[in-house]
DNA sequence: CGTAAATCGTTCATATCGTGAATGATTTAC
DNA sequence: GTAAATCATTCACGATATGAACGATTTACG
């Protein structure tokens, strides 16, 4: 009887693949339309939400650590920096690279968007038990490692 | 006591918002790096996808349920047309209506994506025992059901 | 040493995607 | 039977991400 199960397969409605995509893509949107009237966008909150893990880190670093190009690292640092959320300074030891530093009004940014996601995850969890909670936490917190994400 | 727990709230990396947004996207990408060379973006699988609940649709329904503009829907179904996946065909009681009607082609298209789905599901779900990806399964669905998406 | 290659940040041109406004054809309301 | 609404479509536009090119700096190595 090997391989007697999935002879047809999980449907494609029912695979983690898809519901991950869709749904992420959906809660993506509406966490940005949260965090729009404080000028912000979800790259520029995970570029912040990247500093927290490494204090201070190269722009590339930065870059390679979220998946987009350098190019774009910088026009998020620099509207970043608009907004007084980061500083630049200049590496000593290696003048070429630029380390970027949360401020304080970084850090109020990032607690605010914190109590945004808080307040979305009530709408997103309702009806759910505390264990479907959970369960689906480290669920997520699984699918990210196996993608290489950096979560705690 | 009121309000004793939560009093510094779930850290942003916990929340289901943030991990359902990174977690979802990057998995969307991926998922579109596997389509690309049957020449499709996830947006035409969310429409073929969308044409096995409802065999039969409006383009405008369609776009109303996808949650994208009218006139992004013409353009995917173009290209969906340009591949043999769908037909237009003009409703006869009301020859406004163009409705979208799978055809073989884009049943095998659908079953290929599922394939890719499962294929990209036992990577994402490696190392998670049955009950584990049961319960993130069922946790999805409920999430996608608090959202309004349309799934089984 | 000193020159060549690599690295980092930056700018720029470009491709892609999604939207909203305008249009034409058809249908519904009155 | 005319006016308003509906559907599909086209178009111009904004927003986003990329890769190529460039200047400044650092590293490798003859």
């Known amino acids: 009887m090997i391989g007697m199960s999935d002879v047809k397969g999980t449907p494609l409605f029912a695979t983690a693949a898809f519901r991950l995509g869709t749904v992420g893509t959906v809660v993506a949107d509406r966490f940005a339309g949260r965090i729009a009237e404080h000028d912000l966008k979800p790259k520029h909150v995970g570029l912040l939400a990247a500093l927290t893990t490494a ?62 996601s808080r307040s979305l995850d009530r709408e997103l969890l309702a009806g759910l038990s505390g264990a479907e909670r959970a369960a689906l936490r480290t669920g997520l917190g699984a699918v990210a490692g196996n993608l290489d994400l950096p979560f705690d």
């Open 55 to 116: 204090p201070v880190a190269s722009q590339l670093d930065l870059a390679r650590l979220m998946g987009v190009a350098p190019s774009l690292l910088v026009r998020l640092a620099d509207h970043l920096e608009d907004l007084g959320a980061v500083e630049r300074v200049r590496d000593p030891g290696d003048r070429r690279r630029q380390a970027l530093r949360l401020t304080d009004r970084g850090h109020d940014l990032l607690a605010t968007c914190a109590e945004i």
